[in-house]
């Protein structure tokens, strides 16, 4: 397995716990915050999924699908267009409401689809490229593709515990 491959199923697994947290839920258990400090699903999603964007698109050197494919205005989000959720309080957690889970597995798709046209010709060399050194010590293009995986991972399995919680009541 070459460093394309690892990465592309990586980020493959993330889609399909996407998929599998939000599709079949209504707008109202999308939005859903098992507590007053907590995030929603909708929420969660859509903030792995800015993450996903900004940082690839960062080191990739393209447009994020956000701008670039419209997402900020189908979203229709309170927010600044560079926003990626971190540092969200709870009243902007609530904030991110959908009408159902399509929006998100369509927005998660493209960007999804971005990232794949961006790993999928690397090799193992170009992983220790320095992305930014604004940190101490400097973070490389492997180390911030598995920043993002980690980020999205968690997040992604957050939004599952939720629906689990949804369920269960």
Do not use: C
Not at 105 to 111: F, H, P
Request: glycine share 10%; aromatic share 8%.
């Amino acid at each position: 397995m070459n460093v394309a491959d690892l990465l592309a199923d990586g980020f493959g697994r993330v889609q399909g716990t996407v998929h599998a947290a939000v599709e079949g839920l209504s707008a109202e258990q999308l939005r859903t915050r098992p507590g007053d400090e907590a995030n929603s699903i909708a929420w969660l999603v859509w903030h792995l999924t800015r993450v996903q964007d900004d940082h690839v698109a960062d080191v990739a050197g393209t447009e994020q699908v956000w701008t670039g494919q419209d997402w900020l205005s189908r979203f229709g989000l309170p927010f600044p267009a560079a926003d990626t959720g971190y540092g969200h309080r709870p009243a902007d957690v609530e904030a991110v409401r959908v009408d159902g889970p399509d929006l998100l597995t369509g927005y998660y798709d493209a960007v999804h689809e971005q990232t794949l046209r961006f790993v999928a010709g690397l090799e193992a060399d170009a992983l220790d490229r320095i992305v930014d050194k604004a940190w101490d010590p400097p973070v490389s293009l492997g180390v911030r593709l598995i920043s993002v995986l980690d980020d999205d991972i968690q997040h992604a399995g957050q939004a599952m515990y939720v629906r689990g919680l949804l369920e269960s009541r």
